[in-house]
């Protein structure tokens, strides 16, 4: 079992930044990759950016690129995303994600993004 928990959502002006935390715990030995996904109401969950705990290895999605930054800190079990420039259509619920080596998918609880003035 691999538990989630993200923070660092809000209420941002155009072209202001956030930056995302996730903290994972359990059996996190078993992380073959972690990332974050969003998802607006009546649309599917799409992948914003991934990452792999022991390599660093990073995928982003065209929508991110430029902009996001994933890293992570493996001393405190952590994944973070920093987002800049942000626009209206960041606006959406965001959700850390982990896949372990069994091919098992564990979600956060979500956390609001609102990018408005």
């Known amino acids: 079992q691999v538990q989630l928990v993200e923070s660092g959502g809000g209420l941002v002006q155009p072209g202001g930044s956030l930056t995302l935390s996730c903290v994972a715990s359990g059996s996190i030995f078993s992380i073959y990759v972690m990332g974050w996904y969003r998802q607006v109401p009546g649309k599917q969950r799409e992948v914003v950016a991934t990452?792999?705990?022991?390599?660093?290895?990073?995928v982003y999605a065209d929508s991110a690129k430029g902009r996001f930054t994933i890293s992570r800190d493996n001393a405190k079990n952590t994944v973070y995303l920093q987002m800049n420039s942000l626009k209206p259509e960041d606006t959406a619920v965001y959700y850390c994600y982990a896949r372990t080596q069994t091919i098992l998918d564990y979600w956060g609880q979500g956390t609001q993004v609102t990018v408005s003035s």
């Open positions: 990452i792999t705990p022991r390599g660093g290895r990073t």
